[in-house]
């Protein structure tokens, strides 16, 4: 006797693959940079929910319509977008950064610190607003 189940099983895989999916750091990166422009959680979690919405729905679309078509993209394809998908992220990051940098003036400067008898200098770098400490050593 089968089980009457064994149908979804695929199903509840790719289900719990996209879920795994959904948590990995670029996603949260992505979510994170639209959620905190709100100061009310509602409006977050609405904002949040209708991305992961979206995404789920597109995925949904594009799955089923190469079902029905039974078009299968070929394996020498998936590391041609991997490396798109990775030149996309580091323009997204760079442009964050540039954003970020443009109207404020940097200040790079080095302390000196003694720990243990052992002395070293750490690189300080300045902005107007923000103040970050890179492990940059001599």
């Not at 949040?48 to 993209?73: C, E, K, N, P």
Request: with cysteine.
């Amino acid at each position: 006797m089968q089980c009457a189940y064994i149908e979804i099983l695929p199903f509840l895989l790719a289900a719990s693959l996209g879920f795994r999916h959904a948590f990995e750091a670029d996603h949260l990166v992505a979510v994170g940079n639209i959620v905190k422009k709100h100061n009310s959680t509602y409006l977050a979690m609405k904002d949040g929910t209708y991305w992961g919405i979206g995404h789920t729905i597109s995925i949904l679309i594009i799955g089923l319509i190469m079902l029905f078509m039974r078009w299968v993209i070929p394996d020498h394809y998936f590391k041609s977008m991997e490396g798109a998908i990775g030149v996309m992220i580091i323009c997204v990051g760079v442009f964050h950064l540039w954003r970020f940098f443009k109207n404020k003036p940097l200040r790079i400067h080095k302390h000196e610190h003694t720990h243990n008898g052992e002395t070293h200098n750490h690189l300080h770098v300045h902005t107007i607003c923000n103040t970050t400490h890179p492990s940059a050593s001599s």
